[in-house]
């Protein structure tokens, strides 16, 4: 991209580059060099394109945060230290340049990376034909080993962060705004304003992921594609089976207060619907005093939900689900998506 790359690289340092711990040499050279100073590293990578993973009308501020929360979430699922990330951004010719869109994008990717002193170390700029497309690498650091998706065992509680479902209801409302296919509902205006801070900022359990691990927690999985899906994923990985209470599954304030209309959603959007970034932790009961602790001292909601069975080769399904103490019959409807992980 020519001249512009380089304005645009300079914006990106002067932001969010500023050399800090760890750091040897950040952006401005051909890579970065990192010291992790003898600790373990924990690498991942998510990639978000326009049209697919958000909608071009996005604001630059809410895309930068989310590009960054959804890594940080799988650095908090190991319990690793966010420490430094590298941006990939592949921009489609427009214009009017993006000199004012990379600095809200600073601005937005800042109000998140400060928070945990995450530096942006490096990273390539590009102009595609094809649509915005962004990848971010997040780097983290453990010194305890990590959380794991195959470290499930009979016996644990089955643990949730925060709250489920507000990212997919708002996601519905988006959807119908935009005249595409999704379920309206009514709500106010505060309503909907939060469950829209919910899908445009989810909160990256950081903090709780690495107390969880130095407590002894074993195994945990960000809750991305849904609840169902994602702990199917840690019941594949470890070979076991769960019962889960869907009435206990936590709820926000306004999503509890909308569903009360409508009982099919209280369960179909925090049990299927996607993007909430909370951690689904499973963990001995040994262990539950402390995670309790841990989770008031840090004012995070922290809700057990269910707890895992030893595999049954028999088994029609690797999930239980209860409502209210009675069996619900499986399988669930097929519009709630992802329940092939059952
Ligand atoms: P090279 O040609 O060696 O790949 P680039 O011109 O792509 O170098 O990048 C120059 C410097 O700017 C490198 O340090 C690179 O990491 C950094 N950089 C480029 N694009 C970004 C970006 N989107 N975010 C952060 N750093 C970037
Ligand atoms: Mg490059």
Redesign the pocket.
């Given at each position: 991209m020519a001249g512009g790359?380089?304005a645009?690289?300079e914006r990106?340092?002067s932001r969010?580059?500023t050399e800090s711990r760890g750091v040897r040499l950040?952006?401005?050279?051909?890579?970065?060099w990192l010291d992790p100073a003898g600790r373990q590293l924990v690498a991942t990578m998510d990639t978000l394109v326009a049209g697919r993973h958000f909608f071009p009308d996005v604001s630059p501020e809410d895309l930068a945060w989310k590009a960054l929360a959804v890594n940080l979430s799988d650095l908090a699922a190991m319990g690793a230290e966010a420490r430094w990330c590298?941006?990939?951004?592949a921009l489609p010719q427009r214009e009017e340049g993006y000199g004012a869109w990379i600095e809200a994008f600073a601005t937005g990717w800042s109000a998140l990376a400060d928070r945990y002193g995450v530096t942006?170390?490096?990273?390539?700029?590009v102009a595609t034909d094809g649509p915005l497309t962004l990848s971010v690498t997040a780097l983290g650091l453990t010194g305890h080993g990590v959380m794991r998706r195959d470290a499930a065992r009979p016996g644990d509680v089955i643990w949730v962060t925060g709250s489920l479902g507000d990212a997919a209801a708002a996601l519905n409302l988006a959807f119908v705004e935009r005249g595409h296919d999704g379920q309206a509902f009514p709500c106010s205006a505060p309503q909907r304003d939060a469950l829209e801070a919910r899908r445009l900022r989810p909160t990256p359990r950081l903090e709780f992921g690495a107390t969880a691990l130095a407590s002894g927690v074993l195994c945990a999985v960000d809750c991305s594609d849904g609840f169902l899906a994602d702990l199917g994923h840690i019941l594949k990985a470890s070979g076991v089976r769960a019962q889960v209470a869907l009435d206990a599954l936590p709820l926000s304030p306004e999503l509890a207060d909308l569903a009360r209309t409508d009982p099919e959603r209280l369960q179909r959007w925090p049990l299927t619907g996607g993007d909430d970034y909370e951690l689904i932790l499973c963990a001995a009961p040994v262990l539950s005093t402390a995670m309790q602790e841990a989770a008031r001292t840090l004012s995070l909601r922290l809700t057990a939900v269910g707890s895992i069975l030893p595999a049954a080769p028999d088994a029609r399904t690797t999930v239980t689900l209860t409502w209210r103490d009675e069996p619900l019959p499986l399988p669930l409807p097929s519009t709630w998506g992802h329940v092939h992980a059952l």
């Open positions: 790359e380089f645009l690289i990106l340092r969010l580059g950040g952006i401005g050279d051909d890579a970065a590298l941006l990939s951004l942006l170390a490096g990273g390539d700029t």
